[in-house]
Nanobody, 123 residues
């Protein structure tokens, strides 16, 4: 069982930066693939970045070059550094985990979810 807790969301002006953190319980967190999803009002939940248990990464086209995902297995934490934020990045951001490799686009492939953290980017 893995419990995930996100933090770091908030209100920021366009062009600003935020760093989200996803802290996980459990001693085998290094075996998990983690994805950062976001969901804006009226829209489906979408994968914006993922990092596999082996360290491979994925970014949605909309965030490439602006967002960076990383993990610190010693701290059981995955980070999402978000730079050059745009109003369209406004959403609730969730981290999710699944055991093993493979970064999947579909939320149903992930077994564990955090409670979400709100990111609001003003224009």
């Amino acid at each position: 069982q893995v419990q995930l807790v996100e933090s770091g969301g908030g209100l920021v002006q366009a062009g600003g930066s935020l760093r989200l953190s996803c802290a996980a319980s459990g001693r085998t967190f290094s075996r998990y693939t983690v994805g950062w999803f976001r969901q804006a009002p009226g829209k489906e939940r979408e994968l914006v970045a993922g990092i596999s248990s082996g360290g491979s990464t994925y970014y949605a086209d909309s965030v490439k070059g602006r967002f960076t995902i990383s993990r610190d297995n010693a701290k059981n934490t995955v980070y999402l550094q978000m730079n050059s934020l745009k109003p369209e990045d406004t959403a609730v951001y969730y981290c999710a985990a699944r055991e093993g490799g493979g970064i999947y686009y579909y939320p149903t492939r992930y077994d564990y979810w955090g409670q979400g953290t709100q990111v609001t980017v003003s224009s």
